[in-house]
């Protein structure tokens, strides 16, 4: 058996009979996740830009976001080096964060270009963001510190988007080129 990565192409692509461009979207899986471990491959081009979502209420999605973007929590994918990001990000816009919400730590990333391994876990209240063999992020759901960080996101016209919802995985097109790869996810019972 031979594995092929997915990747997200925002590129040239094909026109539809009429000449207008095929608009693109999320890859959302059809089922809903509560308590899991993710792990997975990625890797961006100079300047790139995405994500892969978790936490995915497609209600919420409906209600407060575009027709194009699932609303949930993200583990950020960035080139975190590129000048363009620099002093324009909030420290929980770089990679490994849970976007705009709370930010990664002790980020090592490979060179653009290259495979990155991250992995998510959620399990009861508790969640981590791994990146390349390192823990750089950890938080509970309900916790101060992450309806804190809510107040002052993006997201605070949302209600209830920091609360744990059994929702759906996403990966994000987000304008730029992405590659994913050895997507594994292994569910707990609890």
């Not at 594995?3 to 693109?24: C, F, H, M, Q, S």
């Not at 988007?161 to 304008?175: A, P, Y």
Request: charged share 30%; net charge negative; aromatic share 12%.
């Amino acid at each position: 058996m031979i594995a092929y990565p997915i990747k997200v192409n925002t590129g040239e692509v094909e026109k539809l009979p009429d000449g207008r461009p095929v608009e693109g979207g999320d890859l959302m899986t059809k089922k809903t996740f509560e308590n899991f471990e993710l792990s997975f491959e990625w890797k961006i081009n100079k300047s790139g830009n995405s994500g892969l979502k978790y936490n995915v209420s497609e209600d919420m999605s409906q209600k407060y976001g575009s027709k194009y973007s699932a609303l949930g929590f993200e583990y950020q994918l960035l080139d975190d080096g590129d000048e363009a990001y620099k002093g324009k990000l909030k420290p929980s816009q770089f990679s490994g964060s849970l976007y705009d919400l709370l930010p990664a730590k002790n980020i090592v990333l490979k060179p653009v270009g290259e495979f990155n391994c991250s992995r998510i876990l959620v399990d009861g209240n508790h969640a981590e963001h791994w990146l390349n063999g390192m823990k750089v992020l950890e938080f509970e759901f309900g916790s101060k510190e992450l309806d804190e960080a809510y107040t002052v996101s993006k997201f605070n016209k949302i209600p209830g988007f920091q609360d744990k919802h059994k929702g759906h995985i996403v990966l994000q097109n987000h304008n730029d080129e992405s590659w994913f790869r050895n997507i594994k996810i292994r569910e707990f019972k609890n």
